[in-house]
């Protein structure tokens, strides 16, 4: 099994999170005596959100390639940016180490495909919704990417930077991003991308209601498949 590597703390809700996907997609696989080969390197989100607040896009890729050598110097073979907004500075990250750099949108975009969905709805920050980084790696795998209109999308933004990257989960901002999401699905999406890694505290991925793709998810499943993967 080779050692993942996360890269963690933005914020410290989503990583955790990573953690039991993982951990709980070894013992299935392996049995319950197995445990994942993990290295977790966390960042402290006050000083990350500073920079994403400030859009300090240099900044925060300094920072967070300096953490991927430290992620790989402690032994990982596979990296992990365990957020979705901070792909903004992927290929960065991925030019600071040798290990295996997997991208969430790969991840994703991936599922979609399989599932046979080709028209997707974006939920995530402002900057993951409204900069190209995330929508044009999408639509590189085929996907054609719809986002919400002004007015939902500064109700996500602010869900997430407000209270759920501090653990804060409100049935009434449950109701509000349910309305979102059904104004998306009027306009034909078919699945809805939850392109923020703290969004899964919110909305169930596994809702019969609409196709979702949970990141998080299917992010730390890709990474358990990397380092189950025969050489």
Do not use: K
Not at 55 to 75: I, K, N, Q, S
Not at 139 to 152: E, H, Q, R, S
Not at 164 to 169: K, M
Request: with cysteine; charged share 25%.
């Amino acid at each position: 099994m080779r050692r993942i590597g996360l890269i963690g703390g933005m914020s410290i809700e989503s990583s955790m999170a990573y953690e039991r996907v993982i951990v709980a997609e070894v013992r299935h696989r392996l049995g319950r005596d197995h445990s994942p080969r993990l290295v977790h390197w966390t960042l402290d989100w006050h000083e990350a959100s500073t920079l994403l607040v400030a859009e300090d896009w240099d900044g925060l890729a300094e920072v967070l390639a300096d953490a991927a050598r430290r992620t790989e110097a402690a032994g990982a073979e596979i990296v992990l940016l365990c957020t979705n907004t901070m792909h903004r500075v992927a290929d960065r990250i991925a030019a600071a180490t040798s290990a295996r750099f997997l991208p969430i949108a790969e991840a994703v975009a991936g599922a979609a495909v399989a599932a046979g969905v080709r028209r997707v709805g974006l939920l995530g920050t402002r900057f993951t919704m409204e900069q190209e980084f995330y929508r044009d790696a999408l639509a590189a795998n085929g996907l054609d990417v719809v986002v919400p209109g002004a007015t939902d999308r500064d109700t996500v933004h602010a869900v997430i930077m407000d209270e759920l990257v501090r653990g804060v989960v409100s049935p009434t901002s449950r109701q509000r991003y349910e309305g979102v999401v059904d104004r998306l699905v009027d306009q034909g999406v078919e699945g809805i991308v939850l392109g923020c890694t703290e969004i899964e505290l919110l909305l169930d991925p596994d809702d019969p209601r609409w196709r979702l793709f949970p990141t998080t998810r299917l992010h730390a499943m890709a990474a358990v498949d990397a380092a189950l993967a025969a050489s």
